[in-house]
């Protein structure tokens, strides 16, 4: 037995919930499973439950054998004083909070047996994903719903970061949008030094500094410009990055947190630095990526001179999906405002697909991917919903254990 298969099983209801008995023999009747906590603490929050009459809001806790409240030190951790009931598996032991034995369902006897043989031998399958030998078997109408599904927790599982950022920014917004865009502008390779860049060199400082400041002071802080800087262009910015250290007391970063290796020229952290300086030159104080209309991007990008470093389509895309998008989606989230989430799925929907291995290898699997909404889903599908074995919590999962 798996104590994930047990939060699963849990979550969805997948038991015999009118006819649920304690071990002590008193009727169980559950209103709210509770919230699934994926964080330290109990299992679930705020269940509600109804033991003989008398109903009980609080946390649930889950364990394959009773005996192991004792072994997870439970009884020492005061997080745990408020579980209203404990699920186990099987019963080997009574457990107590003070004095009070805690409420237990021994889920043995409610379990669907032939269930949990088909999911154990599904997530046991060492292919790409596990349902692989049964892709033929499943509607593909299934497979479409379950990508849609796994791109909305992908933009919701953003929103959420971009949520506590923006708390963590005292709301400032600009500032918010400059970081996400500075490390879709790093990709996936360089998208962490970006990140700590747009901290270290605050677009506060960019503005106040004007336009032709912007691309020296980004090069600066990233550490490309000191005395071992070569390149002939580099000697003036050079004088004027030594003037700014002074002014504000800037720590460069280390180049050793820079990626190269992988990366095409075009694709170097000093090209990005520029086109990422040309970005924010164009939008200078008027900078709200969330309030361009959908068709204003295309033209952003053609008609817009980033000289000699001019984006490519691909990464025009790159920028669009991994800035904009989920600046969108959160924006419907904090404004309480869905055209803006709409907004974000619809320009998805307009850009082409990503192309990528992780794309391809479900190509060979007859998924194809027809936009960027197909494949961002596709993306969270594999990472974070199939190689973590969520089976039950997917519709493909559901369908294939239903029929057996
Ligand atoms: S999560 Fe869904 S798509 Fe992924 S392997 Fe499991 S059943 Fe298949």
Redesign the pocket.
Known sequence: MREDYLHQIWLTKRLPMHQLTLVDGRKLHVFQTGWHNHESGPDFFNGSIEIDGIRWNGNIEIHIKSSDWYAHKHHIDRAYDTVVLHVVYQFDKPVYIGNEEIPTLELKTFLDQTHWFSYES?IKSSTW????NQLQEIDSLYFIK?IESALVKRLQRKSTLLSARFEALNHDFNQLQYEVLAQAFGNKVNAIPFGELAQRMPLKVLWREGNTAIHTLLLGAAGFLDSTSDRQEYQQMLLDWKFWTIKYSFQSMERSSWKFKGLRPSGFPPVRIAQLAGFLTIFQHDFKLVEQPIAFWRSFFESTDFSENKLTQSFQNLILINAVVPLLFWYGDYRSDSTFKQKALDLLDSLESEKNQLISNWKKRGIESKSAADSQGLLE??NE??NQ???LS????NK?LGKQ
């Open positions: 599904l994903i596990p349902c692989e379950e599908l594999k919903i199939c074995k969520k089976c997917c519709q493909i999962g294939i």
